[in-house]
């Protein structure tokens, strides 16, 4: 009986090492991206792509590059052929967001009137070093199929942005990259094409790629931008800033779960940071006695042993910091076990409610909507700004359009599948459809018909009903005449994204690690089988868009 029971306990740990040898097998050989891979960006090299890895970038100054270059050859196309082209124009800007450019010109806004834009006799350059949003407005005729005359202006124009969240811009520069090749492939084929005709009938679709929002984030592979802000918090307006300043900073549990999302001792101008000041401050007149327990707790901490505090406004992003790789492992068990017990106890439901829901009192801690800071005390960040300005002054969309809007993010959901997100509903929830513009119910049906399997299949929105502050709200994408969802593409399990987030930011506030690695891992997954769905999924909503 036993040596019968040796027999097959050896059967199962051979088989368990050859299950583990097989997926790492497969994990490093047939679904890793190839390190070296050949994509000129030259017109000649750009129609012979071949490499599916050439629409991904392993860094911000990559993305850029391809997406600035692309823009550049479809305006040398439209100089070069007569009308026989599907892409009318192209048009391009670019945003520094730095804000050193505040002392300069005296406000972000007086920066944005100096800037000019590039149309078709000129090429967009890029400023080497710089931290920039770039823009491309393209003006395409699509085929009328519903006996629209070509001058008619009454068709669904489009924006499409990436990279809010800084490393989360990796797959929505990737689906732009996509649609700019397909054009470029496209145009090609048409001039070389003599006898290719347009037809008689055919409307103006206007499309506005805006890449890479926050650009420092992606540069450094963070979520947040160089001030600790969540951009996706921070478009309110004055009335939201007045609500979210008066409201009890623990009304989703962030306070509660403080320890938890920011393990280090934040400090601020008047030395340790202190939730009643940091309220009071802000205008909030409620009751504060758990704030004041928060603050006593982190006093006990301070007095009984040595601080990890915040080096506010002067965190090295650079070799300097440590990577004492014992130490670093020792943190990344901490922060896991720490995590896994709160959601143990207090449930995943609200811990995921309280870090999605945002703060804006405390810079340096965790999911920081912004507000509370040097240069930008109640205003919006410098990206918000420019992003306005690329809609409204750029692409001119105003009260004439009708425009829907996707902006592409990782982290939440199934691996590689996607859910379209917009305050905090999916889009198939139908109990706010019946209020909106018919144009927008007819949009939101066509979508679920098309994507409702996939759709149908998550649940990804829990936490998110008091979130505002992009395209969750209504200051950039108004309606009757905008239409704004959040495409939502999964990475990993929920505990690992959470992970990940605490260890960044408190590497980035503390200086003393750079876990930039932990965010790249859990929102820009580098496998082959996760590019390739993730890529087809966002592809086909913006053919879907593009075809509405």
């Known amino acids: ?100 450019l505040i002392e300069k010109y005296g406000s972000y806004k007086q920066y944005l009137d100096t800037l000019s834009i590039a149309g078709e006799e000129e090429s967009q350059h890029i400023s080497p070093g710089r931290d920039t949003i770039d823009a491309l407005f393209l003006t395409l005729r699509v085929a009328d199929d519903d006996n629209y005359s070509k001058e008619n202006s009454n068709t669904l124009d489009l924006i499409h942005s990436s990279g809010v969240h800084g490393v989360e811009g990796y797959l929505g520069s990737a689906v732009q990259i996509r649609i700019l090749h397909e054009l470029v492939v496209q145009n090609e084929d048409h001039i070389l094409d003599t006898n290719k005709s347009l037809g008689t009938k055919y409307k103006t679709r206007k499309v506005l790629l805006i890449h890479s929002v926050n650009p420092f984030g992606m540069r450094h592979h963070r979520r947040t931008n160089e001030n600790n ?102 943190e990344i068990m901490q922060s896991a076990m720490r995590l896994i017990r709160t959601m143990v106890t207090v449930g995943y439901a609200r811990t995921k409610r309280a870090f999605v829901s945002s703060q804006y009192l405390k810079q340096s801690g965790s999911q920081y909507g912004g507000g509370a800071h040097q240069y930008h005390d109640g205003e919006w960040e410098n990206s918000i700004y420019a992003v306005q300005h690329a809609i409204n002054k750029f692409a001119n969309f105003n009260e004439n359009n009708k425009v829907f809007w996707i902006d592409v993010h990782t982290g939440l959901g199934a691996y590689g599948e996607f859910a379209m997100l ?57 309606l009757p005449n905008c239409f704004a969802k959040t495409q939502e593409f999964g990475t990993r399990k929920g505990v690992f994204v959470g992970m990940a987030m605490v260890l960044e930011n408190k590497g980035y506030s503390t200086g003393k690690y750079n876990f930039a690695f932990s965010t790249s891992w859990a929102f820009n997954p580098h496998s082959l089988s996760w590019r390739r769905k993730s890529l087809k999924g966002g592809i086909e909503m913006l053919h879907a868009a593009l075809d509405a």
């Open 422 to 478: 917009s305050t905090g509903t999916d889009i198939i929830d139908e109990t706010s459809i019946e209020s909106k513009p018919e144009w927008v119910q007819k949009l939101t049906a066509r979508l679920n018909d098309s994507f409702a399997t996939q759709i149908r299949s998550k649940n990804v929105s829990t936490g998110y009903e008091q979130t505002r502050g992009f395209v969750n709200g209504l200051v950039l994408c108004p």
């Open 1 to 100: 009986m036993l040596s019968s029971l040796s027999f097959l306990f050896r059967h199962i740990i051979i088989a368990l090492l050859l299950i583990a040898v097989t997926q790492i097998l497969w994990i490093y050989t047939i679904d890793t991206p190839k390190s070296i891979y050949h994509c000129p960006l030259n017109r000649n090299g750009l129609i012979q792509w071949t490499d599916e890895n050439c629409y991904w970038s392993t860094s911000y100054a990559e993305a850029r590059e391809k997406f600035v270059a692309l823009g550049n050859v479809l305006r040398q196309q439209i100089a070069d052929s007569s009308d026989a082209l599907d892409l009318v124009d192209v048009k391009s800007i670019s945003y520094d967001v730095s804000d050193d």
């Open 229 to 330: 802000v969540d951009l996706n918090r921070n478009a309110l307006n004055e009335e939201e800033w007045e609500m979210i300043r008066m409201r009890d900073p623990n009304f989703a549990g962030y306070v509660d779960l403080d320890s938890v999302l920011n393990p280090f001792v934040a400090v601020d101008n008047h030395g340790l940071f202190s939730w009643v000041n940091a309220a009071r401050s802000a205008g909030y007149t409620g009751e504060v006695s758990r704030l004041q327990q928060r603050d006593e707790e982190i006093r006990e901490v301070t007095s009984s042993e040595p601080l990890i505090t915040s080096k506010r406004n002067s965190v090295s992003l650079d070799s300097e910091q440590s990577f004492d790789i014992w130490s670093q492992q020792a």
